[in-house]
């Protein structure tokens, strides 16, 4: 991780802590080390002073001692100067090394490694100092300093002269009679340095500690809105948008929470008028739903008056037949019985009368049929009326309707229907609306004096579905393009002239058959004909025998 | 006022072509009884063999027929017997009657026909011989 990466991973605490406490740290440790190491030089300076003052008083004092070898006199001073503070041990050399007193305890027994004359080097011009270390680790201030004469004196002392007012007078020189050295334990001044050393190091710590509570307070007095504006915003991320910031703070962070909670609000009112929006727009897409439902009714509706329109000759067609038959034997009969109730020589041929009343009957009979049948195919199901339909019976009467035409046609129509066929649930009139619909369909397309084959039978599996009826309408017609045949059930879509179809034949017609739960396939080819299967599952059918109507009673 | 169409026929001989049979029998249990001779055809195509291969005094054609229909029946048999009177029966108005009429048809029943429209018809007819 790069170090760029690795600072923008840090949290803001971390980033505002850590260069601040190095920083801190740093220059506390600087400022308290280079204080403590003053301080060191100044109490070893002071004490060297001091060492050096006693030397020089004490190598004064011991001039005559020094002269005239005497010991006690000597041994006495030592003794008064260890009484001295840190001073643990002080010994007068003669010149040739040789010890002349001494007083005090050196745990360095080896009083050699102290002789003055032996270790020139450690003797500096100043006879002051050379650090010396004891066996046990103690530091110790070694200081030596010449016990000096003058030559004169030596000679007055000798000969007992002790004026001293021609001294002045006398030859200065200097004779170096003996050495004194003191050895000035250290542990004192070491314990007071690691003394303040210890002060400085704690006090340097309280700083520190203090410095960090405070910068801790402080970032957390920046740090903490921060954080709530993070909560809120994290809040308002899961979609809960009532959420405020409200820090009331009139720096950048409150202006910035401000301007957060400007903007929460903003996006609250446009999501409460998106949602109002959808609300409505929801609302507006039911209604238009059910408005288009209510076309669709209206388009099979209008879709089967158009389809009544193109039948209706062939129904009047039907129907003038039976009723000129009716109304011509009706009149013959009455004719007939008016002549022989006028002449007794004419009298009722009852056979006759009879076949003219059955006829009378018979046809009378046809027509209501004929009626009932155009009734039922054009009465308007604002809901599907499903009952148990014979498929068979459907097929049948919608081709009463269409005979006429292929008859005038010149077309035959031959049907070919399965007597074993179970009853399903349907509609009968919408049934027959979809076959009336593939049957005219089947007749534009083909030449004179062709087929229309109508087959009708059951199988136990036509592919998604589990036990179908099957009723096949082929004709050898002009056939559906390939490019059509994908068209052919889109509402509007006529290869017919105008006024030949509405285009919303097979549209209606596959939402009847889906209404059903079936399904309608083409099979077709340009110039050789057109096949339509419409397969209706028989699942729905209930088995009572009870309740079975046939479509004649409907 | 059948007798007195009865009286005047001389065992006159009708075709009758008509592909309903109701319409057939009807026709031919009241011409039989006014004292008609009577033949019938079920389409056009038999209709125009049968009316051209025997002498007929008259035609009852309906229009609306398979196998040619009753307006191609009239043009062909008229166009060789252009005497034989035509009466068309028609169930739905149909420009084929009118044509057949403006042709030379003698009349042009609609279905359904009361028998008091082909009496008067037949009257029309046979006064004129």
Same mark, same amino acid.
């Given at each position: 991780?790069?170090?760029?990466?690795?600072?923008?991973s840090?949290?803001?605490r971390?980033?505002?802590?850590?260069?601040?406490?190095?920083?801190?740290?740093?220059?506390?440790?600087?400022?308290?080390?280079?204080?403590?190491?003053?301080?060191?030089?100044?109490?070893?300076t002071?004490?060297?002073?001091?060492?050096?003052?006693?030397?020089?008083?004490?190598?004064?004092? &011991?001039?005559?001692?020094?002269?005239?070898?005497?010991?006690?006199?000597?041994?006495e001073?030592?003794?008064?100067?260890?009484?001295?503070?840190?001073?643990?041990?002080?010994? $007068?050399?003669r010149?040739?090394?040789?010890?002349?007193? !001494?007083?005090?305890?050196?745990?360095?027994?080896?009083?050699?490694?102290?002789?003055?004359?032996?270790?020139?080097?450690?003797?500096?011009?100043?006879n002051?100092?050379?650090?010396?270390?004891?066996?046990?680790?103690k !530091?110790?201030?070694?200081?030596?300093?010449?016990?000096?004469?003058?030559?004169n004196?030596?000679?007055?002392?000798?000969?007992?002269?002790?004026?001293?007012?021609?001294?002045?007078?006398?030859?200065?020189?200097?004779?170096?009679?003996?050495?004194?050295?003191?050895?000035?334990?250290?542990?004192?001044?070491?314990?007071?340095?690691? !003394?303040?050393?210890?002060?400085?190091?704690v006090?340097?710590?309280?700083?520190?500690?203090?410095?960090?509570?405070m910068? &801790?307070?402080?970032?957390?007095?920046?740090?903490s809105?921060i954080?709530?504006?993070?909560? /809120?915003?994290?809040?308002?991320?899961?979609?809960?948008?009532?959420?405020?910031?409200?820090?009331?703070?009139?720096?950048?962070?409150?202006?910035?929470?401000?301007?957060?909670?400007?903007?929460?609000?903003?996006?609250?009112?446009?999501?409460?008028?998106?949602?109002?929006?959808?609300?409505?727009?929801?609302?507006?897409?039911?209604?238009?739903?059910?408005?288009?439902?209510?076309?669709?009714?209206?388009?099979?509706?209008? !879709?089967?008056?158009s389809?009544?329109?193109?039948?209706?000759?062939?129904?009047?067609?039907?129907?003038?037949?039976?009723?000129?038959?009716?109304l011509?034997?009706?009149?013959?009969?009455?004719?007939?019985?008016?002549k022989?109730?006028?002449?007794?020589?004419?009298?009722?041929?009852?056979?006759?009368?009879?076949?003219?009343?059955?006829?009378?009957?018979?046809? &009378?009979?046809?027509?209501?049929?004929?009626?009932?049948?155009?009734?039922?195919?054009s009465?308007?199901?604002?809901?599907?009326?499903?009952?148990?339909?014979?498929?068979?019976?459907?097929?049948?009467?919608?081709?009463?309707?269409?005979?006429?035409?292929l008859?005038?046609?010149?077309i035959?129509?031959?049907?070919?229907?399965?007597?074993?066929?179970?009853?399903i649930q349907?509609?009968?009139?919408?049934l027959?609306?979809?076959?009336?619909?593939?049957?005219?369909?089947?007749?534009?397309?083909s030449?004179?004096?062709?087929?229309?084959k109508?087959a009708?039978?059951?199988?136990?599996?036509?592919?998604?579905?589990?036990?179908?009826?099957?009723?096949?309408?082929?004709?050898?017609?002009?056939?559906?393009?390939?490019?059509?045949?994908?068209?052919?059930?889109?509402?509007?879509?006529?290869?017919?002239?105008?006024?030949?179809?509405?285009?919303?034949?097979?549209?209606?017609?596959?939402?009847?058959?889906?209404?059903?739960?079936?399904?309608?396939?083409?099979?077709?080819?340009?110039?050789?004909?057109?096949?339509?299967?419409?397969?209706?599952?028989?699942?729905?059918?209930?088995?009572?025998?009870?309740?079975?109507?046939?479509?004649?009673?409907? | 006022?059948?007798?007195?169409?009865?009286?005047e026929?001389?065992?006159?001989?009708?075709l009758?072509?008509?592909?309903?049979? $109701?319409?057939?029998?009807?026709?031919?249990?009241?011409?039989?009884?006014?004292?008609?001779?009577?033949?019938?055809?079920?389409?056009?195509?038999?209709?125009?063999?049968?009316?051209?291969?025997?002498?007929?005094?008259?035609?009852?054609?309906?229009?609306?027929?398979?196998?040619?229909?009753?307006?191609?029946?009239?043009?062909? /048999?008229?166009e060789?017997?252009?005497?034989?009177?035509?009466?068309?029966?028609?169930?739905?108005?149909?420009?084929l009657?009118d044509?057949?009429?403006?042709?030379? &048809?003698?009349?042009?029943?609609?279905?359904?026909?009361?028998?008091?429209?082909?009496?008067?018809?037949?009257?029309?007819?046979?006064?004129?011989?």
């Amino acid at each position: 991780m790069s170090f760029q990466k690795f600072i923008n991973s840090l949290k803001l605490r971390t980033k505002f802590m850590l260069p601040i406490s190095v920083l801190v740290i740093s220059s506390v440790f600087a400022i308290s080390s280079y204080l403590i190491k003053s301080q060191n030089e100044n109490m070893r300076t002071d004490l060297e002073d001091k060492g050096i003052m006693m030397l020089k008083i004490v190598s004064t004092s &011991a001039e005559s001692g020094v002269l005239f070898e005497s010991e006690y006199e000597l041994n006495e001073l030592l003794e008064r100067v260890t009484q001295f503070n840190d001073i643990t041990y002080a010994a $007068i050399f003669r010149p040739d090394n040789s010890l002349l007193a !001494e007083a005090g305890i050196w745990d360095d027994s080896n009083i050699e490694s102290i002789s003055p004359f032996i270790d020139e080097d450690i003797i500096d011009e100043k006879n002051i100092d050379s650090l010396v270390i004891g066996k046990n680790g103690k !530091e110790f201030l070694k200081m030596s300093h010449d016990i000096t004469t003058l030559i004169n004196t030596l000679n007055r002392e000798i000969l007992g002269i002790r004026a001293g007012n021609d001294i002045k007078n006398q030859s200065q020189v200097v004779e170096t009679i003996g050495k004194l050295i003191i050895v000035i334990s250290l542990e004192n001044l070491n314990k007071s340095i690691y !003394e303040s050393k210890k002060t400085a190091i704690v006090i340097t710590l309280i700083v520190l500690l203090l410095t960090i509570i405070m910068i &801790a307070f402080f970032i957390d007095l920046v740090i903490s809105p921060i954080k709530q504006l993070v909560s /809120v915003a994290e809040k308002v991320k899961m979609g809960d948008l009532s959420q405020k910031a409200d820090l009331n703070q009139s720096d950048e962070i409150g202006h910035l929470a401000d301007t957060f909670d400007n903007m929460v609000e903003s996006l609250r009112e446009t999501r409460d008028e998106i949602e109002e929006y959808n609300r409505n727009l929801e609302q507006k897409i039911i209604e238009r739903t059910l408005e288009l439902e209510e076309v669709q009714v209206q388009l099979i509706q209008s !879709e089967k008056l158009s389809a009544i329109g193109q039948l209706a000759a062939g129904v009047a067609h039907e129907l003038n037949n039976p009723l000129g038959g009716i109304l011509g034997y009706s009149q013959f009969a009455l004719e007939k019985m008016k002549k022989s109730s006028e002449n007794a020589s004419e009298p009722i041929d009852h056979s006759k009368f009879i076949r003219y009343l059955t006829d009378i009957e018979t046809q &009378a009979r046809r027509c209501k049929t004929i009626v009932q049948n155009l009734l039922r195919f054009s009465r308007s199901s604002k809901s599907t009326d499903f009952r148990r339909v014979d498929m068979n019976a459907v097929v049948e009467d919608t081709c009463t309707f269409v005979e006429h035409q292929l008859y005038m046609n010149q077309i035959e129509l031959e049907l070919i229907l399965s007597d074993k066929l179970p009853q399903i649930q349907g509609d009968a009139g919408q049934l027959q609306q979809v076959f009336t619909n593939l049957i005219i369909n089947a007749m534009h397309a083909s030449p004179q004096e062709s087929v229309i084959k109508i087959a009708t039978r059951f199988s136990q599996s036509v592919g998604e579905f589990a036990g179908a009826i099957e009723i096949i309408v082929s004709d050898k017609g002009s056939g559906i393009s390939t490019e059509n045949i994908k068209k052919i059930f889109e509402p509007f879509f006529t290869t017919k002239q105008v006024g030949k179809g509405t285009g919303l034949g097979l549209s209606v017609s596959y939402g009847i058959i889906k209404e059903h739960g079936g399904e309608i396939r083409v099979d077709s080819t340009v110039d050789e004909g057109s096949t339509f299967t419409v397969i209706l599952p028989v699942q729905n059918i209930v088995e009572s025998p009870i309740n079975q109507v046939s479509t004649e009673n409907q | 006022m059948l007798k007195s169409v009865k009286n005047e026929q001389m065992k006159k001989n009708i075709l009758i072509i008509d592909n309903s049979e $109701i319409i057939r029998n009807l026709l031919t249990d009241y011409l039989d009884d006014l004292g008609y001779g009577i033949e019938m055809a079920v389409n056009g195509q038999e209709g125009i063999e049968m009316a051209l291969s025997r002498d007929y005094d008259l035609v009852f054609c309906d229009i609306h027929m398979p196998k040619k229909n009753g307006y191609q029946v009239y043009c062909e /048999v008229t166009e060789k017997k252009p005497q034989l009177p035509f009466i068309m029966t028609d169930s739905l108005p149909d420009d084929l009657a009118d044509k057949a009429v403006d042709k030379g &048809a003698f009349a042009c029943l609609a279905k359904p026909f009361s028998l008091d429209q082909i009496e008067e018809v037949l009257r029309d007819i046979f006064k004129r011989d």
